[in-house]
């Protein structure tokens, strides 16, 4: 482009910069930027011509016949937006995510209104739910059972009717509003005023219907769920340094169903990738089916603690403990777990019927129930409103202490009390998260055992030959053979939708509670 000077440029150098000399200009004005560095711009931009003269001719035709009257409404709805539903209405219609286009659209460079060309009927395999019923996140701590919108299942997708929920910690500390996983360009959490969440991760359901491309599943194959899209999810190759890996819920452009903001399973229907969908092979419950996430994520987190270089190792297999060695590489004698919530009681059954763990296990609960759960699996309980779990660990090791401790309560009040649990250089996994009420001080005497801090997350693992994830197909079929039950942790179950706010508003604090799952 030439040079212009002051700004101005002649008229040929005007009629140069123009594919065609009588083509119409604008003007565009001349940042601050430019005139700080003195640098002449051009300061006319052609209008984008994307289109031949015929067919401008003929939408100014068309835009002829429209009447003015509706141009101009249509000119005002496009400043408004879209309209709203009115508070008093018996449903409400919430938007989540980017909107779609609507019946009519807008072309911005001939002002004219358009009906968009006819779209395919549904199939059998392509069904459209514009609606669906769903417990939405509107605010914190403020739960509505509304309409959403569904979107059919593209080529690589599988539509999921939604039949078993559970309720996590992670949906609980969303809705209490302790986290947001909803971020912005820029790691900025975005308020739910402004994005509402549909929660629940955990889920199992009903294929419903098919995309075009899918081969390997059909209507009413039950499936449990991988609520993370990762690059194998979307089939982007080459795939990113985490996915390549083996750890597809750390994916470069990883987003969860349930937690990130994308649409949960606290609704009747739910679009995900096809090879997102792990098939149950047998008759087992949808309830406990849907616990195969939070098994997942126990198998990932062991699966690190086991590969791991640390002075004491968990080693799979009969014989998980060893004499001394007196060198690195001694087998765990006593494991201390703090919490028997569900997590809690997973790592029991995990380390005693996967692992093999032979050794002294111990498990800090103060509720009963749970306490007895623990121990129907093979662990010996502490109720710390009894007895101080120090001098319970003291007592039982011989003064030794724990060679590897899991922290599954997410309490502060209990993080402070690692130091004097563990053994040096001792192995610190921790699985609960939260923490909050202790200041970072009291890493202070943690730090000075030299422990080997784990703090792997979700349910990351590599992929079959399929594409489908490990660590689910894993967790499932344990479930399925009974090497770990999880239908005795589910003290509570929610009919409907209708019943998700109620499952929020406290029961998780009742004495008997341990796990809630929605069926429906």
């Known amino acids: 482009m030439a040079a212009a000077r002051d700004g101005r440029l002649d008229e040929n150098q005007r009629r140069g910069h123009l594919r ?42 068309a835009a002829a016949r429209v009447p003015a009257r509706r141009r101009k409404a249509a000119s005002h709805r496009a400043r408004l937006g879209p309209r709203r539903t009115a508070p008093h209405c018996a449903t409400q219609h919430y938007r989540l995510g980017g909107c779609t286009a609507g019946r ?6 001939r002002r004219f209104w358009r009906r968009k060309p006819p779209q395919p009927p549904p199939t059998s395999t392509n069904l459209h739910h ?30 999921v009717r939604v039949t078993a929920v559970g309720l996590c910690g992670t949906d609980l500390h969303i809705f209490a509003g302790h986290a947001n996983y909803n971020r912005d360009a820029r790691g900025r959490p975005i308020p739910l005023t402004d994005a509402p969440q549909i929660l629940g991760h955990e889920i199992a359901g009903v294929v419903e219907a098919v995309g075009a491309d899918v081969r390997d599943l059909s209507r009413g194959d039950r499936v449990v769920v991988d609520q993370g899209r990762n690059c194998v999810s979307e089939a982007r190759a080459p795939r990113c340094e985490y996915c390549a890996s083996g750890d597809s819920h750390q994916c470069e452009l990883y987003r969860e169903h349930g937690i990130t903001g994308l649409p949960g399973g606290f609704a009747e229907y739910l ?18 089916a849907a616990l195969s996430e939070p098994l997942g994520c126990v198998a990932h987190c062991a699966d690190v603690l086991t590969r791991t270089q640390a002075r004491y190792t968990m080693q799979s297999g009969p014989g998980g403990t060893g004499r001394d060695g007196g060198g690195r590489g001694e087998r765990v004698r006593c494991a201390v777990i703090c919490g028997a919530g569900p997590a809690g009681l997973l790592w029991v059954q995990y380390l005693r019927n996967v692992l093999g763990y032979e050794g002294v296990l111990l498990v800090s609960e103060p509720n009963a129930r749970k306490r007895a759960l623990a121990e129907r699996f093979g662990a010996e ?71 080997t801090l784990l703090s792997p997350v979700g349910a990351s693992g590599g992929f079959e030959r399929d594409g489908r994830p490990s660590t689910y197909v894993g967790a499932l079929r344990l479930i399925e053979r009974g090497s770990v039950d999880v239908a005795s942790l589910i003290t509570h179950r929610y009919p409907s939708l209708e019943r998700v706010p109620r499952a929020f508003a406290g029961d998780h604090h009742a004495p008997d509670y341990v796990k809630g799952v929605v069926t429906l």
């Open 20 to 61: 065609n000399g009588g083509e119409p200009v604008r003007n565009a004005a001349v940042g601050p930027l430019h005139r700080q560095a003195r640098q002449g711009v051009c300061p006319r931009l052609r209008l984008a011509e994307e289109r031949q003269a015929g067919a401008y001719r003929s939408e100014r035709a």
């Open 104 to 109: 009519w659209r807008f072309c911005r460079y």
């Open 130 to 159: 514009p609606a669906v019923k769903a417990a939405v996140l509107v605010d914190v701590g403020r739960i509505e059972v509304g309409d959403v919108p569904c979107p059919s299942p593209e080529p690589r997708e599988v539509l």
């Open 271 to 288: 679009t995900i990738p096809a090879v997102n969908a792990v098939c149950i092979d047998s008759d087992l419950d949808a309830a406990a």
């Open 381 to 451: 309980t502490i109720d710390p409103a009894a007895r101080d779990p120090v001098e319970v660990v003291h007592e039982r090791t011989g003064g030794r202490r724990a060679e590897l401790l899991i922290e599954a309560t997410g309490s502060g009040q209990v993080f402070a009390t690692i130091p004097a649990l563990i053994r040096k250089q001792a192995t610190v996994l921790l699985y609960g998260h939260g923490h909050a009420g202790v200041d970072l001080s009291l890493l202070n005497q943690l730090q000075f055992l030299e422990p």
